[in-house]
């Protein structure tokens, strides 16, 4: 299995140009520590881009081997105590459609609903900056996200310059939820309430946010 291989046969039908450059990535990836684990780089990939109805940009990958996942923010079922990213997320969703926040980190109740989860970085590396080797997939994954009518949640700076894939009215934009920039305007943005209103104005399922 390759970084393409792994990923869902329609992502590889829409990203084959990519498949060369993949090969690229995943060879200087050899005989490095990277996280997540080289199984779980494409995971936000694994779903059908046809099913996706939101997709959540993150920046890139927990530093930590045992948090990263493959999914923007989410963690193993066990991690404790869970990253503060993801605790100020649980804050906003209580503040803003009054779910209570989860014990655990997994979110693939999201996934299953059609929120596809990535970072701009798919890769984490110890000491060597990784946004550049993926920021022409990681557009490309906007572009065609976009053109499917995608609602875009972009939490950062990162994030945020994917905006250009998206129609202004299928966005929400804040501050990354890291405690270094949440009270920046990542508290009070709403994202999950905005995200259903968009959703139900273009006659599509809205999120079921609680986490399971």
């Not at 080289?38 to 694994?46: G, I, N, S």
Request: hydrophobic fraction near 40%; proline fraction near 8%; include cysteine.
């Amino acid at each position: 299995m390759t970084f393409f291989t792994d990923m869902h046969p329609k992502w590889q039908v829409l990203l084959k140009e990519f498949e060369s450059d993949l090969v690229t990535i995943e060879n200087f990836h050899t005989g490095k520590e990277f996280y997540p684990d080289r199984t779980l780089v494409m995971r936000a990939l694994f779903t059908d881009p046809e099913e996706v109805s939101v997709v959540l940009f993150g920046q890139d990958p927990y530093p930590n081997p045992s948090h990263a996942i493959g999914l923007s923010f989410a963690v193993p079922r066990e991690i404790r105590p869970l990253p503060a990213s993801l605790r100020n997320i649980y804050k906003e969703m209580k503040s803003d459609i009054d779910i209570e926040p989860a014990l655990h980190g997994d979110l693939t109740s999201w996934v299953s609903q059609g929120v596809c989860l990535v970072n701009r970085s798919l890769t984490h590396l110890p000491g060597t900056p990784t946004n550049t080797i993926w920021m022409n997939f990681t557009n490309e994954i906007a572009r065609i996200l976009g053109n499917l009518g995608c609602v875009a949640i972009l939490w950062g700076r990162e994030a945020q310059s994917l905006s250009e894939y998206f129609p202004t009215n299928s966005i929400i934009s804040s501050a990354h939820p890291s405690p270094l920039s949440a009270y920046r305007g990542f508290f009070g943005s709403r994202p999950f309430s905005k995200a259903n209103e968009i959703l139900l104005s273009q006659n599509k399922t809205p999120i079921d946010w609680r986490i399971k």
